[in-house]
Every structure is written in C-alpha cells, then in structure tokens.
C-alpha cells in the first residue's frame, strides 16, 4: 500500500528528523525516520538549522523514498522506515 503525505511537525530526534505518512486507504500511519547521514550526501556537511533546511527542501524525494521502501516491505516490525545516506546514494544511481 502507497504512502502519502499528511501535514505534520517534523521532529528533530537523535541524529535524525521524524515525521509520520499515512497509508493510503487506511487511517494508519507509519513513522519515517531521516537519518542526517541522508541529509549531507549531496552537499558539504551542513549543521544544526542547515540539516532541517535540506529537509524540507528535499522533502517530497525522501517521502518517495519512504512509500518506496515501504512498498518492498523494508519498515521495521514497529512500522518505522527509516532513511539512510545508502538509499540516497541507491536512488541517485
């Protein structure tokens, strides 16, 4: 099942950002976890302020990165799916 977008905070945790995407047809939703490894791929390493910026600007690509990974069955027993700089740099290539 696709997930999609819901107007949500976006959390700053341990080394990572979170914020939650509904499954389409359903009232479920799954955490999606950005580890900041994922964050500094394509750019110099950027901190503090600068990591949520290059969030939200890539925000609409690490969502399809969720709802693909999501899709092959790769989100934790716990329903989080958690995006690391291995799958940017595999949906880069």
């Excluded at 690509?61 to 969720?66: Q, S, T």
């Amino acid at each position: 099942m696709p997930l999609q977008r819901i107007e949500s905070e976006i959390v700053r945790e341990k080394h990572a950002f979170a914020f939650p995407m509904r499954i389409v047809g359903t009232g479920q939703t799954v955490q999606v976890v950005v580890n900041d490894d994922a964050l500094v791929v394509r750019t110099a390493m950027v901190v503090g302020a600068e990591l949520k910026a290059q969030l939200e600007a890539d925000l609409t690509a690490f969502e399809f990165l969720a709802a693909e990974k999501f899709d092959h069955g790769r989100a934790t027993a716990d329903g989080v799916v958690v995006i690391s700089a291995s799958d940017v740099l595999g949906f880069l290539n």
